[in-house]
């Protein structure tokens, strides 16, 4: 419906300016009614009224003058008592995962406790399905530290459940996978299959494969896996971006965009389509590609869709135990090997050459680090290519997870946007104690560390690897409590208002749209989000019970929960 309102809109438009008619502009529409909190300053700031006027914000302030400059026509949208924000900028997430979701078993909704429950809900997933042998089953939510065995399902296992069908579970991190034989055969992987760099192909104590594969050696199974078709995709591109939409984001971000997805994103028929912002990071692994290619804009928006930067990863997962870290895991490797502290996807001298070559094109850098051996890795790299924050490049270290606390210093001459995920002091930091020192996991995320050295830190769910819960991420940010009640770091709880700079004007600086979004100011985009209570005077334990009510993109409503 929304897509044929925006076709309507531009027939509209065109026809007027076809035939010289002289119509007047759609009136302005006036928000008011309830707390309106505009996120423009450093401490939070209300106004009691905006005017929005073709997509933009006209006026924040007084409602008396709002009713003034709106007009005697202008739509009144009385908020009544609702609370109303920039709308959300999702500064980490996979977009893509939102279109494949039809085609897998999603292993968390149920979630399975146990590994005869996992094989129960593959059976049933394939007789649903009914699919043949010879098919492809894939999972996706794996992950072997909520089951109640603490330990990866095996081939064989997989084997036995469904034989002849090509079986798949992706691991919840999103740097690894656990498949069965059939699968592993359709990719012409076997025991004497080269470990590329960076990935991990585990064995048993025989030399047979486990059928577990990490980082770079996962990629070796995806080229045989079933892909969506484009008619699969435009199918499911208004329901990922609902998806979103219905969590108050008005900006989604694709955070590894794959080659062959490029062609569908930047098509015409996906641009109909769209009508929430996506900002693409193309994989460094196609890098040489798009630098010979003339054709392509970074850092401008063709519709509602841009080319934002290249995408690295530098290392895995630490709850996997492949993020790379100076200290070791206290219980080894994944396939339980001592001493280990993971290692580098790629090495440093790599990673430096092929920055430089985008820093050079004068395209942003967006590095995957975890462990605090990766982010030296990354401060490395940018102090060999002479970026200093004076230069105003902006490079981005997602996750930033395990940061020692002098490298916010760097990232602070440097000028590094930190793109932190406190959900995993909720979902993970058992698991992380149960590998490292207090010291160590109570500084994950560091939100309030990072303000207060002056940097412009973001938040994120990395989506699918959490869920795509705005006040979720808030809450984490604001209480740090795992599932077993232990609070990591509590000198690094934020307000309410910093855990929503974290949505909103965080992550719109570190896409340079800080003058296009993520605040309530004139001339900026009419992007909102409207809760049913204000998050500035909810208690923290309340939270995650706030509900978005609507999500607005250019003035328009794009979601609505009535």
């Known amino acids: 419906m929304r897509k044929f309102r925006f076709k309507w809109l531009a027939a509209g438009l065109a026809i007027a300016a076809f035939t010289g008619s002289q119509a007047q ?21 209300t106004v009691e009224a905006v005017v929005v006027r073709d997509g933009l914000i006209a006026f924040a302030g007084p409602e008396a003058k709002a009713r003034t400059l709106a007009g005697a026509d202008a739509i009144d949208r009385d908020l009544h008592g609702a609370t109303m924000l920039p709308g959300f900028i999702d500064a980490h997430s996979h977009f893509t995962a939102a279109l494949q979701g039809a085609n897998t078993l999603d292993l968390s909704d149920p979630p399975v406790k146990d590994i005869p429950g996992l094989l ?46 090509k079986v798949v579970l992706l691991h919840i991190s999103g740097h690894g996978l656990v498949a069965n034989s059939t699968a592993l055969a359709a990719a012409g992987i076997d025991e004497t299959t080269a470990v590329p ?102 850092g401008s928006y063709r519709g509602h869709v841009k080319l934002q930067g290249i995408k690295f990863i530098l290392d895995g997962s630490p709850q996997a135990r492949t993020a790379y870290f100076t200290r070791d895991y206290a219980n080894g490797s994944p396939a339980g090997h001592h001493p280990w502290h993971g290692q580098p996807v790629v090495d440093e001298e790599t990673f430096t050459r092929l920055a430089r070559k985008v820093n050079d094109r004068g395209w942003q ?25 004076g230069d105003d490049r902006r490079p981005i270290v997602i996750h930033s997870q395990f940061q020692r606390p002098e490298q916010l210093a760097d990232y602070a001459r440097i000028g590094v946007g930190p793109a932190y995920f406190t959900n995993h002091t909720y979902f993970w930091a058992d698991v992380h104690r149960s590998n490292f020192g207090k010291e160590v996991v109570d500084f994950i995320s560091p939100l309030r560390a990072a303000k207060a050295a002056g940097l412009h830190p973001s938040n994120h769910s990395d989506f699918p690897v959490t869920p795509l819960d705005t006040r979720l991420m808030m809450w984490t940010s604001m209480a740090r409590v795992s599932k077993s009640g232990v609070v990591s770091g509590p000198d ?61 993109k250019e003035g328009r409503t794009i979601w609505s929960r009535n």
């Open 492 to 552: 690094q709880r934020v307000s309410a208002y910093a855990a929503l700079q974290a949505l909103t004007t965080g992550p719109a600086w570190q896409i340079f749209e800080e003058n296009r979004k993520g605040r309530i100011h004139a001339g900026l985009l009419a992007d909102f989000v409207v809760l049913d209570r204000n998050p500035l005077e909810t208690p923290t334990d309340a939270i995650r019970d706030i509900a978005v009510l609507e999500t607005i």
């Open 197 to 298: 760099p960076g990935g991990m192909i585990l064995k048993d104590e025989q030399g047979q494969l486990t059928g577990a594969l990490f980082e770079s050696a996962s990629f070796l199974l995806f080229p045989v896996m079933p892909q969506p078709t484009e008619e699969e995709k435009l199918a499911a591109l208004d329901a990922a971006q609902m998806r979103y939409a219905r969590e108050g984001y008005t900006h989604a971000q694709d955070g590894a965009t794959q080659a062959s997805d490029l062609p569908f994103f930047l098509s015409e028929a996906a641009g109909e389509h769209m009508f929430i912002d996506l900002a693409l990071l193309p994989f460094y692994t196609q890098l040489d590609d798009l630098l010979s290619r003339d054709d392509l804009q970074f």
């Open 25 to 45: 502009a759609e009136p302005a529409a006036l928000y008011h009614g309830g707390p309106i909190i505009t996120m423009d300053g450093d401490s939070p700031e």
């Open 120 to 165: 129960d809900a593959l059976h049933a997933y394939v007789a649903a399905r009914d699919i043949p042998e010879g098919g492809w089953v894939i999972a996706t939510q794996y992950d072997q530290e909520e089951l109640s065995e603490r330990r990866q399902v095996t081939r064989a296992e997989l084997d036995a459940a469904l034989p002849g069908r």
């Open 365 to 389: 850098i967006f590095a995957h680090a975890n462990g605090d051996a990766a982010i030296d890795m990354a401060i490395h790299a940018f102090d060999a290519l002479g970026i200093v924050a």
